[in-house]
Antibody, heavy 126, light 111 residues
Framework: QLQLQESGPGLVKPSETLFLTCTVSGYSISSGYYWGWIRQPPGKGLEWIGNIYQSGSTSYNPSLRSRVTISVDTSKNQFSLKLNTVTAADTAVYYC???????????????????WGKGTTVTVSS | QSVLTQPPSASGTPGQGVTISCSGSSSNIGSNTVNWYQQLPGAAPKLLIYSNNQRPSGVPDRFSGSKSGTSASLAIRGLQSEDEADFYCAAWDDSLNGHYVFGTGTKVTVL
Protein backbone atom coordinates (compact mmCIF):
# COMPACT_ATOMS: atom_id res chain seq x y z
CA GLN A 1 0.00 0.00 0.00
CA LEU A 2 1.40 3.37 -1.03
CA GLN A 3 2.33 5.63 1.88
CA LEU A 4 4.13 8.95 2.10
CA GLN A 5 5.83 10.26 5.23
CA GLU A 6 7.19 13.75 5.73
CA SER A 7 10.19 14.34 7.98
CA GLY A 8 12.36 17.25 9.02
CA PRO A 9 12.89 19.86 11.73
CA GLY A 10 9.77 21.23 13.35
CA LEU A 11 11.42 24.55 14.16
CA VAL A 12 13.44 26.75 11.81
CA LYS A 13 14.93 30.16 12.57
CA PRO A 14 14.03 33.19 10.44
CA SER A 15 16.33 33.73 7.43
CA GLU A 16 17.50 30.10 7.57
CA THR A 17 16.66 27.23 5.18
CA LEU A 18 13.79 24.81 5.65
CA PHE A 19 14.54 21.27 4.49
CA LEU A 20 11.96 18.47 4.42
CA THR A 21 12.05 14.96 3.05
CA CYS A 22 9.19 12.75 1.91
CA THR A 23 9.81 9.01 2.07
CA VAL A 24 7.66 6.92 -0.26
CA SER A 25 6.85 3.31 0.56
CA GLY A 26 4.84 0.78 -1.40
CA TYR A 27 5.66 2.31 -4.78
CA SER A 28 8.83 3.15 -6.67
CA ILE A 29 9.23 6.84 -7.53
CA SER A 30 11.07 5.70 -10.66
CA SER A 31 7.90 4.03 -11.95
CA GLY A 32 6.22 7.32 -12.79
CA TYR A 33 3.85 9.97 -11.45
CA TYR A 34 4.75 13.41 -10.20
CA TRP A 35 5.64 14.09 -6.56
CA GLY A 36 4.69 17.32 -4.90
CA TRP A 37 4.63 19.56 -1.85
CA ILE A 38 1.65 21.52 -0.50
CA ARG A 39 1.44 23.63 2.64
CA GLN A 40 -1.27 25.04 4.88
CA PRO A 41 -0.62 27.96 7.25
CA PRO A 42 -2.47 27.80 10.57
CA GLY A 43 -6.17 28.43 10.05
CA LYS A 44 -5.74 29.07 6.32
CA GLY A 45 -6.21 27.28 3.02
CA LEU A 46 -4.00 25.04 0.92
CA GLU A 47 -1.08 26.41 -1.08
CA TRP A 48 0.70 24.39 -3.78
CA ILE A 49 4.48 24.68 -3.53
CA GLY A 50 5.64 22.62 -6.50
CA ASN A 51 6.27 19.17 -7.91
CA ILE A 52 8.91 17.01 -9.54
CA TYR A 53 8.87 14.17 -12.03
CA GLN A 54 11.12 11.14 -11.76
CA SER A 55 13.32 12.63 -14.46
CA GLY A 56 13.97 15.67 -12.26
CA SER A 57 11.73 18.04 -14.20
CA THR A 58 10.12 20.54 -11.81
CA SER A 59 7.27 23.06 -11.62
CA TYR A 60 6.96 25.66 -8.89
CA ASN A 61 4.45 28.11 -7.47
CA PRO A 62 5.38 31.45 -9.09
CA SER A 63 5.17 33.22 -5.74
CA LEU A 64 7.76 30.85 -4.20
CA ARG A 65 9.90 30.03 -7.24
CA SER A 66 12.84 32.21 -6.21
CA ARG A 67 13.20 30.41 -2.86
CA VAL A 68 12.17 26.81 -3.57
CA THR A 69 14.01 23.74 -4.79
CA ILE A 70 12.46 20.28 -5.05
CA SER A 71 14.73 17.34 -5.71
CA VAL A 72 14.36 13.57 -5.98
CA ASP A 73 16.57 10.68 -4.83
CA THR A 74 15.30 7.56 -6.58
CA SER A 75 17.89 5.36 -4.82
CA LYS A 76 16.30 6.19 -1.47
CA ASN A 77 12.76 6.50 -2.91
CA GLN A 78 12.56 10.00 -1.46
CA PHE A 79 11.98 13.52 -2.65
CA SER A 80 12.82 16.71 -0.82
CA LEU A 81 11.85 20.32 -0.36
CA LYS A 82 14.26 23.17 0.28
CA LEU A 83 12.89 26.62 1.07
CA ASN A 84 15.42 29.42 1.51
CA THR A 85 15.30 32.54 3.66
CA VAL A 86 12.22 31.59 5.64
CA THR A 87 10.05 34.02 7.57
CA ALA A 88 7.15 33.63 9.96
CA ALA A 89 4.86 33.53 6.91
CA ASP A 90 6.35 30.13 6.05
CA THR A 91 4.99 28.61 9.26
CA ALA A 92 2.61 25.88 8.13
CA VAL A 93 1.76 22.22 7.95
CA TYR A 94 3.71 20.82 5.01
CA TYR A 95 2.27 17.88 3.06
CA CYS A 96 3.88 15.72 0.41
CA UNK A 97 1.73 13.96 -2.16
CA UNK A 98 1.74 11.85 -5.29
CA UNK A 99 0.31 13.61 -8.33
CA UNK A 100 -1.20 12.37 -11.53
CA UNK A 101 -0.49 14.61 -14.55
CA UNK A 102 -2.10 13.67 -17.86
CA UNK A 103 -3.92 15.23 -20.77
CA UNK A 104 -7.57 14.39 -20.26
CA UNK A 105 -8.88 15.01 -23.72
CA UNK A 106 -7.00 16.94 -26.34
CA UNK A 107 -5.29 19.86 -24.62
CA UNK A 108 -7.12 19.72 -21.26
CA UNK A 109 -4.67 18.90 -18.49
CA UNK A 110 -5.74 16.70 -15.60
CA UNK A 111 -3.47 17.18 -12.58
CA UNK A 112 -4.44 15.99 -9.12
CA UNK A 113 -2.92 14.64 -5.89
CA UNK A 114 -4.32 11.21 -5.15
CA UNK A 115 -2.21 10.12 -2.17
CA TRP A 116 -1.11 12.44 0.62
CA GLY A 117 1.20 12.21 3.60
CA LYS A 118 -0.14 13.06 7.04
CA GLY A 119 1.75 16.35 7.12
CA THR A 120 4.43 17.82 9.31
CA THR A 121 4.25 21.11 11.21
CA VAL A 122 7.04 23.60 10.64
CA THR A 123 7.29 26.71 12.78
CA VAL A 124 9.56 29.59 11.85
CA SER A 125 10.65 31.37 15.00
CA SER A 126 13.77 32.54 16.73
CA GLN B 1 -3.27 34.16 -3.05
CA SER B 2 -5.89 31.74 -4.38
CA VAL B 3 -7.09 32.37 -7.90
CA LEU B 4 -10.09 30.07 -7.57
CA THR B 5 -12.96 31.61 -5.60
CA GLN B 6 -15.29 29.61 -3.37
CA PRO B 7 -17.92 30.69 -0.85
CA PRO B 8 -16.42 30.61 2.65
CA SER B 9 -19.22 28.52 4.09
CA ALA B 10 -22.19 26.32 3.30
CA SER B 11 -24.55 24.37 5.52
CA GLY B 12 -27.45 21.99 5.57
CA THR B 13 -29.33 19.57 7.76
CA PRO B 14 -28.81 15.82 7.55
CA GLY B 15 -30.34 14.44 4.38
CA GLN B 16 -30.35 17.76 2.56
CA GLY B 17 -28.24 18.66 -0.45
CA VAL B 18 -25.46 21.25 -0.61
CA THR B 19 -23.70 22.73 -3.64
CA ILE B 20 -20.35 24.51 -3.55
CA SER B 21 -19.26 26.74 -6.41
CA CYS B 22 -15.74 27.38 -7.68
CA SER B 23 -15.01 30.29 -9.99
CA GLY B 24 -11.81 30.55 -12.01
CA SER B 25 -10.56 31.87 -15.32
CA SER B 26 -9.68 30.83 -18.84
CA SER B 27 -6.13 29.82 -17.85
CA ASN B 28 -7.22 27.31 -15.23
CA ILE B 29 -10.78 25.96 -15.10
CA GLY B 30 -11.47 27.20 -18.61
CA SER B 31 -8.58 25.14 -19.99
CA ASN B 32 -8.07 22.20 -17.63
CA THR B 33 -9.98 19.78 -15.48
CA VAL B 34 -11.14 20.49 -11.94
CA ASN B 35 -10.52 18.48 -8.80
CA TRP B 36 -12.07 18.61 -5.36
CA TYR B 37 -10.48 17.75 -2.03
CA GLN B 38 -12.11 17.12 1.32
CA GLN B 39 -10.23 17.97 4.51
CA LEU B 40 -11.71 16.63 7.73
CA PRO B 41 -10.74 18.44 10.95
CA GLY B 42 -7.13 17.75 11.89
CA ALA B 43 -6.52 15.52 8.87
CA ALA B 44 -4.70 15.72 5.57
CA PRO B 45 -6.74 16.56 2.47
CA LYS B 46 -8.27 13.67 0.58
CA LEU B 47 -9.03 13.56 -3.15
CA LEU B 48 -12.80 13.59 -3.60
CA ILE B 49 -13.36 14.32 -7.30
CA TYR B 50 -10.85 14.38 -10.17
CA SER B 51 -11.13 15.25 -13.85
CA ASN B 52 -14.28 17.32 -13.25
CA ASN B 53 -16.60 14.48 -12.31
CA GLN B 54 -14.69 11.29 -11.54
CA ARG B 55 -14.80 9.71 -8.10
CA PRO B 56 -11.81 7.76 -6.76
CA SER B 57 -12.57 4.29 -5.47
CA GLY B 58 -14.30 4.48 -2.11
CA VAL B 59 -15.85 7.91 -2.50
CA PRO B 60 -19.65 7.66 -2.13
CA ASP B 61 -21.77 8.60 -5.13
CA ARG B 62 -23.43 11.24 -2.93
CA PHE B 63 -20.56 13.45 -4.08
CA SER B 64 -20.62 14.68 -7.67
CA GLY B 65 -18.71 17.30 -9.63
CA SER B 66 -19.44 19.32 -12.72
CA LYS B 67 -17.80 22.03 -14.79
CA SER B 68 -19.07 24.67 -17.19
CA GLY B 69 -16.84 27.26 -18.80
CA THR B 70 -14.67 28.86 -16.12
CA SER B 71 -16.71 27.58 -13.17
CA ALA B 72 -17.20 24.28 -11.41
CA SER B 73 -19.46 22.88 -8.72
CA LEU B 74 -19.40 20.18 -6.10
CA ALA B 75 -22.76 18.74 -5.07
CA ILE B 76 -23.29 16.73 -1.91
CA ARG B 77 -26.52 14.79 -1.87
CA GLY B 78 -28.00 13.39 1.35
CA LEU B 79 -25.75 15.29 3.73
CA GLN B 80 -24.34 13.29 6.62
CA SER B 81 -22.71 14.44 9.86
CA GLU B 82 -19.37 12.99 8.76
CA ASP B 83 -19.40 15.30 5.72
CA GLU B 84 -18.62 18.27 7.95
CA ALA B 85 -15.27 19.39 6.58
CA ASP B 86 -13.41 21.93 4.46
CA PHE B 87 -13.67 21.46 0.71
CA TYR B 88 -11.20 22.83 -1.85
CA CYS B 89 -11.42 22.98 -5.61
CA ALA B 90 -8.20 22.96 -7.63
CA ALA B 91 -6.93 22.98 -11.20
CA TRP B 92 -3.77 23.35 -13.24
CA ASP B 93 -3.17 26.92 -14.40
CA ASP B 94 -1.41 27.39 -17.73
CA SER B 95 -0.08 30.87 -16.93
CA LEU B 96 3.41 31.69 -15.64
CA ASN B 97 4.99 28.44 -16.92
CA GLY B 98 2.20 26.35 -15.43
CA HIS B 99 1.31 25.78 -11.81
CA TYR B 100 -1.41 24.25 -9.66
CA VAL B 101 -3.94 26.44 -7.90
CA PHE B 102 -6.32 25.74 -5.06
CA GLY B 103 -9.61 27.42 -4.29
CA THR B 104 -10.15 29.55 -1.22
CA GLY B 105 -11.95 26.72 0.53
CA THR B 106 -15.51 26.18 1.79
CA LYS B 107 -16.40 25.07 5.27
CA VAL B 108 -19.43 22.77 5.19
CA THR B 109 -21.40 22.58 8.41
CA VAL B 110 -24.04 19.95 9.10
CA LEU B 111 -26.66 21.59 11.28
Amino acid sequence: QLQLQESGPGLVKPSETLFLTCTVSGYSISSGYYWGWIRQPPGKGLEWIGNIYQSGSTSYNPSLRSRVTISVDTSKNQFSLKLNTVTAADTAVYYCARASHNFDSGTSLSHYMDVWGKGTTVTVSS
Amino acid sequence: QSVLTQPPSASGTPGQGVTISCSGSSSNIGSNTVNWYQQLPGAAPKLLIYSNNQRPSGVPDRFSGSKSGTSASLAIRGLQSEDEADFYCAAWDDSLNGHYVFGTGTKVTVL
